[in-house]
């Protein structure tokens, strides 16, 4: 039997061995996913199984955080608290869907006046798209894998999910795989399916029945699935979060009241956890003269050497800077290897103008690196970035009145802009959005971070003179959910808006 | 210059002829558009330019029904009607955004006590997605072309937009572009290019500045499009509403209580308007034995011949029924040629059995062509179909406690389900869902009718610990624009649900 076997990045030495699926559990996860839709229907079945699995994670904590620092390098601190954020996440889906924020229902009752025609009874709610498969990071082992918020929002939207598992942790994934099974969620709902071959993703895209993808991970994975994914003879939605250069602007007058700050706050995002983040500080726009750059050189060296997650990110890495060492300047030493997959934090300058002329140097580089860009006029440098997870901007309060013009070109290419903080630490809110236009992200509506993050995993259905009994339960007359809705009133005109119903 | 010359289909002869675009006008096109987007995020000033548009539809509706009619074919009350609507959806449209609908509002106040890290101050909103390519339907002249619903809901997101005329009905796209020049939107925010050639919708799709694209056609032509723009060095989304059979159920006792009622409704429906609708019921699924079938065939008859709007279209319906004539009994006569694009009305019945046994019954024939399953068992061969715009069901009171099994097979695969009345008649409002999976849409997640058709053109971003000067209106403290926005108390926990703000 195939298996997949843990390295620890520490060391690069092999651990444990985990059983690895094979494209004939891929149709059996499907057929057994299709089979559990009709007993998902039931919410509070799966936003119970939601709580049960946010409990169960803490209750096993301590296990779990051991089996990941083995397996990703990453310190017990941060896992800890990724723990947390991961049962936050499925507690959060829980209550947005218990709350019937969701269906977003909306109701039209019928209007014999109505122009040019007669309206019906006309009433919107939305329905879980299918199973889902799930491509989990292996940045984030807990809260953007197995049970991390891709998962979570398609079990909270009612869909059944299969992760295929990462090999990077493949320890871990199976005990929180475990976990989830324990939850109570119908048989089929949930299936883990461990590989490290091709084979096994491809069967999971091309199956007939996967009706939607998520993905985290990088821009070469993700367009690979995506591009698979639209060759199927029914196409299906591609979520794919694909990292991002998330740059930070820092205005003159910031840079001269509280520089030292500021950098401080910029190695920490680059310098921790290997700047293994899709939010990592990729490029700091920073005013020519201001001497950020070499601040921040000096201050990531402190930081000191970082482990990656996994040999092939380890050689990625170095690739990315060496290609960025042929266009712009590296202010960081490269002292002598370190042990398994680590790498030393890589610091960056280049002029605006450089920067402009040279698209190599907005290439993504997974890993502790930074390009900080020396400015004079900072619009173009800015026009030529493609689109972002988030930008963040460093600027003083009395220069606020002006800043809209450089909001708006922020705005423009990214899905979040974070003032006076960096980019790093994604809240898991309601109002929380994490994607961007690509190449950020495959599809720029949808957020895979925070509560919305389970509107990928819905399709609207509206039913027209429907008897009340035959309505699922958020469109009843009565609203036995008692959730919120759009209600237009019987026998207005189109014209004259909703009443929100609560 | 290239022109492209209207055709009257009634006769078939050409009439007057049109300035056509090229590739070059194209990209004046895009950059005028791009230059336009500022401006257009006055939401008063776009949505006063709809209702503009509106007006002047109405005011020279004498005009437009006259050209349309000798360009299309199809009757002067259906075109009135036609008109009518596309004021209507331009005027919700408006209504929607002047309301705030489209922002979807949400604040998450910041909360120091948030678990496992403090939680900023985070609010989101939506942003027009840039500039949008409109392919306008060759079936519906006035709601689904130049000024029609993919128009009204981009210009309504905020975003400019190019329509590429369809070269079915030159003049009446571009009497309708003038009404709309005329309706003081920014300079740019629409450009209408008339073209019958593949280089201009080629061009269209591959500007770097086009942002999404909107399509309302054949599947065939639909798929090319999604094709194409998926092969852009950045993808962008299609929402391509490409058909559908729309199946109509008739129960055993419905068949039994009103038969010949429900086959007058199947026959205007198939035998109006050359069946010319995206929502045409293609497939009727009635009881063996019911005499739906022939009753079908006779009443159809009797609407005779019908003009249909291009040649192209009246060589596809004729490939169509010959494919049908294969696997399925014609119960139509195929009388002598008649005049002009027009074509003899076509049912055919066939058994369920075969019916699951024989796809090439399950292709669209665009066109006054109907296929009447005759099933004794009847969910076997529902299961068999793919996406849906709409599915419709005529059953009587008394079955209703039994017809969820039903209910739930039709939801699973169409976007809206309809009770004792044919899918036909599409209503503009804001619970209208027009949509489904694929192959009816490439889009499962969004609609091209009603009010939320506007979601389409939008894209979340989020603002992190911005100064209220700097947010966008609908998200500053005060709510300046009196919108519906859903709130976080501030300090409040995740969990604790969410306000209703209106």
């Known amino acids: 039997m195939a298996s997949v076997q843990a390295v620890d990045p520490r060391t690069g030495r092999g651990g444990a061995s985990y059983p690895a699926a094979t494209p004939e559990d891929v149709d059996a996860a499907l057929t057994a996913a299709v089979a559990a839709a009709l ?8 936003t119970d199984g939601l709580r049960r699995i946010a409990s169960g994670l803490r209750a096993r904590g301590d296990e779990v955080v051991a089996v990941a620092e083995r397996e990703t390098g990453l310190p017990e601190g ?29 109701i ?31 940045n984030f082992p807990l809260a953007f894998s197995t049970a991390g918020g891709d998962t979570a929002s398609a079990l909270a939207a009612g ?5 295929k598992g990462h090999p990077s942790h493949p320890g871990t994934g199976t005990l929180v795989a475990q976990i989830v099974a324990e939850a109570g969620l119908p048989d089929g709902a949930f299936t883990h399916l461990l590989a490290a071959d091709l084979d096994v993703a491809e069967a999971l895209i091309d199956h007939p029945a996967t009706a939607a993808i998520a993905f985290t991970g990088s821009f070469r994975a993700g367009s690979a699935i995506l591009a ?19 740059p930070v602007v820092i205005t003159a007058a910031a840079a001269a009241a509280r520089g030292p700050e500021i950098v401080t706050a910029l190695a920490g995002a680059v310098g921790t956890f290997g ?14 003269g201001s001497g950020i750059a070499a601040a921040l050189a000096d201050a990531l060296g402190a930081h000191g050497p970082q482990f990656l997650l996994n040999a092939g990110i380890q050689a990625g890495y170095e690739r990315g800077v060496d290609a960025l060492s042929a266009g712009a300047h590296r202010l960081t030493a490269n002292g002598s290897a370190p042990a398994g997959f680590a790498v030393h934090p890589a610091v960056f300058s280049v002029a605006a103008t450089d920067f402009i002329d040279d698209p190599s140097l907005r290439e993504e580089c997974f890993g502790p690196a ?19 997870l988030a930008a963040a901007l460093y600027a003083e309060p009395e220069e606020h009145a002006t800043l809209g013009p450089l909001v708006d070109r ?31 992200t495959s599809a720029p509506a949808f957020t895979s971070v925070g509560a919305t993050a389970v509107e990928r995993f819905l399709r609207p259905v509206t039913y027209q003179n429907t008897p009340d009994a035959l309505l699922p339960p958020a469109l009843r007359d009565a609203n036995p959910l008692g959730i919120p809705r759009r209600m237009s009133a019987a026998g207005a005109s189109l014209q004259l808006g909703l009443r929100h119903q609560r």
Chains 1, 2 share one sequence.
């Open 410 to 440: 922020l705005t423009a290419i990214a899905g979040r802009v974070i003032f006076d903080a960096v980019p790093t630490g994604v809240a898991v809110t309601t109002a929380m959005h994490h994607g961007g236009p690509w190449p950020a």
């Open 159 to 163: 869909c059944p999910v299969i992760v």
């Open 78 to 106: 941060r896992l800890r608290g990724e723990l947390e954020r991961t049962a936050v996440q499925l507690e959060l889906l829980a209550d947005y869907v218990s709350a019937g924020e969701h269906h977003d229902a909306i």
């Open 108 to 138: 039209d009752r019928a209007d014999p006046d109505a122009r040019p025609v007669p309206r019906p009874d006309l009433r919107r709610t939305k329905l879980p798209i299918g199973p889902v498969v799930v491509f989990g990071a292996s």
């Open 275 to 288: 700047g293994q983040l899709c939010t990592k500080p990729g490029l700091v726009f920073a005013p020519a």
């Open 228 to 246: 698979r994914a639209n060759a199927r003879p029914q196409p299906i939605p591609v979520y794919a979060e694909m990292g991002s250069l998330n």
């Open 370 to 388: 930074v390009v900080v860009v020396e400015y004079g006029e900072l619009h173009a440098a800015l026009d030529v970035l493609e689109g972002q």
């Open 39 to 46: 007993e998902l229907r039931d919410e509070a079945r799966r």
